[in-house]
């Protein structure tokens, strides 16, 4: 299908296959260079770049970056000493014989050359004026390379979800406001005059009353909105891989799901290896400080709170005490350990306490005083120390503590060059509590409840089978069926086997103070759902705008979104979000008074 | 993959093979009958229904319609004479060894039965009863086989299209309100209080934006939005599945949709030749009066306006005067063809002139004494009538008449049976206009001009190459590049070719009376990106819904979208739309007044 009204071949099409023929070829003028008279235009189309030689200088003169034309010439060798072994069409040339512009184009705000990528790359402006000019931004080879990866992504996805038996569903956009924790976006209703559809979170409950239809395995890229306040690498409306699975248990939709995975990163070329390892959830705050550990690089937490429990040193005198090691740290001038103080002072620690182990054995740092001759003595042996290494120390509450060594390791490593993006280390974090404490803040997934507890995941999440009968009696320690999929430190996704009977859900919901009243109005139907036949489920999702973006070795995930919205949800392309008409406000019913029906 | 937790085989797995071996199935208690103290039961999963046998009454005492069972059991020959041939798993059945009710069921408030789905599918509750427990119509045979084709379809659709070279994008779905015509859905924009983004009617902009990308191809199955008022069979949100492509012609593609379209319907096991036919929109106009005619059968409009040129009857004396041939109509009783003139009142007509052709050559009719003796002589040579047939006029406005008419012969075919829901008619109807007059009512793609014309497609459609230079001095009589593909009456889909050339954008926008100013606010966007070597560039977009009614044989689209809305955008098992909390509403920022800032 390469042939059309406009052309006979795509640029990469030329190779020496072609020489004698004569192709019509069309797209923009990615780099001019003029040599004795003589024009050589680097074509650029879809497929990439050919070089096309006019001898005709009236008909070279107007072309400039960027224009559009169609030509027709005669494909031939390169002269001698002229090929490019770096390009696919390095070997030839076409002699342009007929031309026409399609359409000009003005300066560019930024330079956009496939050819000269290297060079220009490194020069680009800031994001709002790439997201202003995004239909150019996304001429540039490396954003053509991530909207191309994340559409093949899609389609590998889908093939092998296809072999697996699943039936792709749309399920609607404009529903009820969820309880799922995170503010909703809302569409006035005009038709319902008062009444307001939110825009999905997730399919959440959509994809269980699926399961309740029957449709046994279903599956949905599915836009998803979250009416956050600004943070860096989220979006208001984002995509996810959403699966759901009926008669099956966790392990079999870890199996699906690392298939899934295998399958994608094949897609760029990579090979997965499965299975894929498994953390439980309190090993890796243990020993990565994260639910999320970026396994890239060795280098655990060591926990010290045995080591130090007769310590004379107030702040090692805590519930916690670990350390990260600092391999080489010695070297390290005293004024980089106190940008490390404020590094630290940034993340609400009050700072992080370290020790310089010295080339002869001696032990250095401002905590070095305050920790007794014994502990010095065993240290270095006990956090796997040598001379010429440092050791960061956080003490405190356990889960703080281990989260701020956590991201010292992670920096550690980052400095260290050793976050290779093209290194994938996946696992899956297992063992879950089924709750957790309302008010820890480090979370988005803070559900409705009105007790002391919340849900670790959501409210719909099985307790394990271990915890079915006490999970209510005892909501600290209890655990739950649910796994997410890490990696590289990222949380790429993350799932459970869901509650399908009514009685468990009542339970859960008692815990999480949710009565029976607010359960009704929020998700009712789910619950009337479980009345009829409610098939064992479980499912997973996986962020598709993350997922490309691990994939594609992009930083930010709005590498891997066509039109993305800047900071505060702003479109600097198309000025987005807008005031409306005093007409159109009207017609929407938001200033709809009950009384004035009267 | 059928293999999980939950079961070695599903239902339909179970055949004479596995006679001998143990399984493990799980599923719903589709249909339970007892004899001589065994239970029969139809297991039901979403493979379809096997046939299991309980020996044991105590196992099987609990078990009624749709409980969720897990069971073990041997696979056996069922007794000769005992055989189904109508099931695939017909001649056998498992004989149940181990049994666990997973889920019960209350009584259902309608059957879902497969195995009695004959017999039970005549008695449906209304729809909003379906609708409410939506999860258990999806359970229905029909229900199920439509989803399960829906996604066969999207699937079929997605592998040509990549064949075909195309990338799938996602496009952002909080956008600007766009200038399509129909009414937006808005949602407030919290963080910039007093703005609104809004739900696209379709991705036209973007799509568009994405061909100056340089994407080249790009598809999506896309949602798109729009707040009409309720009609029958429109939902407010809808997915298209939507295409563009640069450096092609019309001709490009509709070639591209036709081996679209054959592969969609191989999905469902219809084979449709190509190259389809075309029409005209005119020819459609004057043979079928409709612009997407009906193809499943013949009997065209006949033109009478020059037979009856000279007439003495004041009603004939019209600019258009047409007949639709009424096959054997002589035998209609005088009552039916009153009940005819209601009908053409309810569509606004002022009734419908109908001449009877006796069964010997007599003329008889309401209309007959009002028409010339020479006019009676050729009439029935001149609408293709025999003795014993009766033809019906209309008289008028040449398109309101045609459209009379149309529909008149529609609904003959219709009372005759001859639509049958298998067999797909297609036809591209071409060559429209580029403009209509602004006050045409009959058409949800008003634009938004202020002046005596609008688009026929949108301001963005191409003039044909012959009105490229006079389009804006004759728009009354200029032509389109553009397309609609119809299938059995339905529009399906269209398209066009785009304008990528600001100079031709400008000159359309003030045919429609669309300011330079006003042109900036809504879409000025585009126009700046035109400016930086912009391809040509034309798509086209499927209603996938109606695609999927029209295919499966449903009357409704409701039939084939999983979570439908009923009237007014109501959904019945949700409850959205719904009021939401005085603290929401607040967030919204709907009510900010920019002077409380001050």
Request: net charge negative.
């Amino acid at each position: 299908m390469s042939q059309t009204a406009y052309r006979t071949h795509h640029a990469t099409d030329v190779t020496e296959d072609l020489v004698g023929q004569r192709v019509k070829l069309s797209g923009w003028v990615d780099r001019r260079r003029d040599h004795g008279g003589v024009a050589f235009i680097d074509l650029r189309d879809s497929s990439g770049v050919v070089q096309v030689v006019i001898n005709d200088e009236e008909m070279a003169r107007p072309l400039r970056s960027e224009f559009v034309v169609e030509l027709e010439g005669t494909v031939r060798m390169r002269p001698e000493g002229n090929e490019n072994p770096h390009m696919r069409t390095g070997k030839v040339e076409v002699e342009v014989e007929s031309l026409d512009v399609l359409a000009k184009s003005d300066a560019l705000p930024f330079q956009v050359s496939t050819v000269l990528a290297n060079e220009t790359e490194g020069k680009l402006p800031g994001e709002d004026v790439r997201l202003k000019y995004r239909y150019l931004d996304l001429r540039r080879p490396s954003m053509a390379r991530n909207i191309k990866l994340r559409s093949d992504m899609m389609k590998a996805a889908r093939t092998v979800l296809d072999e697996m038996g699943f039936t792709e569903v749309e399920t609607p956009t404009m529903i009820k406001s969820t309880p799922e924790g995170a503010r909703d976006f809302v569409v006035p209703a005009r038709l319902v005059p008062g009444s307001w559809y939110a825009l999905p979170q997730s399919p959440q409950l959509l994809k269980q009353l699926l399961m309740v239809a029957g449709v046994e395995r279903y599956y949905q890229f599915a836009r998803c909105y979250r009416d956050e306040d600004f943070r860096a690498d989220r979006q208001p409306e984002f995509t996810q891989l959403d699966m759901e699975m009926a008669f099956v248990d966790q392990e079999d939709v870890m199996a699906m799901t690392e298939r899934l995975i295998q399958a994608i990163w094949k897609a760029a070329g990579h090979d997965v290896q499965l299975p894929l390892p498994r953390i439980t959830w309190q090993d890796a705050m243990d020993k990565y400080g994260s639910d999320k550990p970026d396994l890239r690089f060795g280098n655990p937490l060591v926990e010290l709170t045995d080591y130090f429990k007769n310590t004379p040193f107030r702040v090692f005198q805590a519930p916690y005490v670990g350390a990260v090691l600092f391999k080489g740290g010695a070297a390290t001038p005293r004024r980089q350990f106190d940008a490390w103080q404020d590094w630290a002072k940034q993340r609400g620690a009050k700072g992080l306490a370290y020790i310089v182990f010295g080339e002869n054995g001696e032990i250095k740092g401002p905590v070095a005083k305050n920790i007794s001759e014994e502990e010095r003595n065993g240290l270095k042996a006990a956090v796997g120390a040598e001379d010429g290494d440092a050791v960061f120390f956080a003490a405190g509450a356990r889960e703080a503590s281990q989260m701020l060594l956590g991201a010292v390791r992670v920096e550690l490593a980052d400095r260290a060059g050793l976050l290779k993006p093209d290194d994938f280390a996946f696992t899956w974090v297992v063992d879950f509590p089924l709750f957790k404490k309302a008010d820890d803040p480090d979370d988005d997934d803070v559900a409705v409840g009105h007790s002391k507890w919340t849900s670790m995941h959501h409210p719909f999440t099985m307790p394990s089978k271990d915890w079915l009968d006490t999970f209510d009696q005892d909501p600290e320690h209890a655990m739950s069926d649910s796994y997410d999929i890490v990696c590289n430190g990222n949380e790429m996704g993350g799932g459970s086997v869901r509650i399908h009977r009514d009685d468990i859900q009542d339970r859960v919901l008692e815990v999480l103070g949710i009565d029976e009243a607010e359960a009704q109005d929020k998700f009712g139907f789910l619950l009337e759902a479980f009345k009829y036949g409610a098939p064992p489920h479980a499912g997973i999702a996986l962020g598709w705008d993350r997922t490309a973006a691990i994939l594609s070795g992009s930083d930010s995930i709005r590498d891997v979104i066509a039109f993305p919205k800047a900071g505060g949800g702003r479109d600097p392309l198309t000025g987005a979000p807008a005031p409306i008409s005093d007409e159109q406000r009207a017609e929407t019913g938001v200033d709809y008074d009950p009384e004035d029906d009267e």
